[in-house]
């Protein structure tokens, strides 16, 4: 499998990421600045977190315009598995590659910890070395990562399966409390209707080496070298 990170001002996530597909593809990614409007082709293209361009105007809305989103657009029309992570949930939403938008928390304030997600789908490229119903524990970090959308695309997402992951208790029940930031429905993370285009708040980079006190993102990248290499 190839990869390419895509790297903005403000990215302090990229170098994780990088880490974590370098372990599970044996090789490194390709790390594209964001005014390259040509890299080589590759499998995978992951937005990774971190506060590109500052957020000065709104979360993820300049990192949408830059040359190596108008890229990896393109490249997520024709079919290319595109992750966003945190950050890049937010800028995969700006692109309007994922519905809905992601709001300041319903605290109003930054949160940082560890959270349960409850996998609500088995499925390749992302969350096919999961099992249905799994729970796992994956770290946030944000501050505008409260899901909202309408009512309408709600009920599409539930109904289309492209719910891939929701706050959760440990045993798996989806509750108003185990929802670290309002999102609607405890939406943690979503698909496109095709399902190459995946974006999460919570950070699978980050829990996916003993050293970092857990390994329950690991299959993330692992399932992604297996579905696309």
Not at 52 to 62: I, N, V
Not at 96 to 109: F, K, Q, S, T, Y
Request: overall charge negative.
């Amino acid at each position: 499998m190839k990869a390419a990170v895509i790297v903005f001002p403000g990215s302090n996530c990229d170098r994780d990421v990088e880490v974590a597909l370098t372990q599970s593809m044996g090789a490194p990614p390709l790390m594209v600045w964001h005014r390259e409007s040509e890299f080589p082709a590759v499998d995978l293209i992951v937005v990774p977190g971190g506060f590109s361009y500052g957020d000065y105007l709104r979360a993820g809305a300049m990192a949408a315009n830059s040359p190596a989103m108008v890229e990896t657009r393109r490249r997520a029309d024709a079919g290319v598995a595109v992750l966003g992570i945190c950050n890049g949930f937010q800028i995969l939403a700006e692109t309007a590659l994922l519905p809905g938008v992601l709001m300041r928390n319903a605290a109003l304030r930054f949160i940082c910890r560890d959270v349960h997600l409850r996998v609500e789908r088995k499925a390749a490229p992302f969350t096919g070395k999961y099992t249905e119903g799994q729970v796992i524990r994956i770290p946030i970090a944000h501050a505008d990562g409260n899901y909202f959308t309408d009512d309408e695309t709600l009920a599409r997402l539930e109904g289309e399966g492209q719910i891939a992951f929701r706050y959760a208790q440990p045993d798996g029940a989806v509750t108003p409390s185990a929802n670290p930031n309002g999102s609607r429905a405890n939406i943690a993370g979503i698909t496109n209707t095709a399902g190459n285009v995946l974006g999460m708040m919570p950070h699978p980079e980050r829990l996916a080496d003993p050293a970092l006190s857990g390994t329950d993102g690991r299959p993330m990248f692992d399932g992604l070298v297996e579905a696309l290499g």
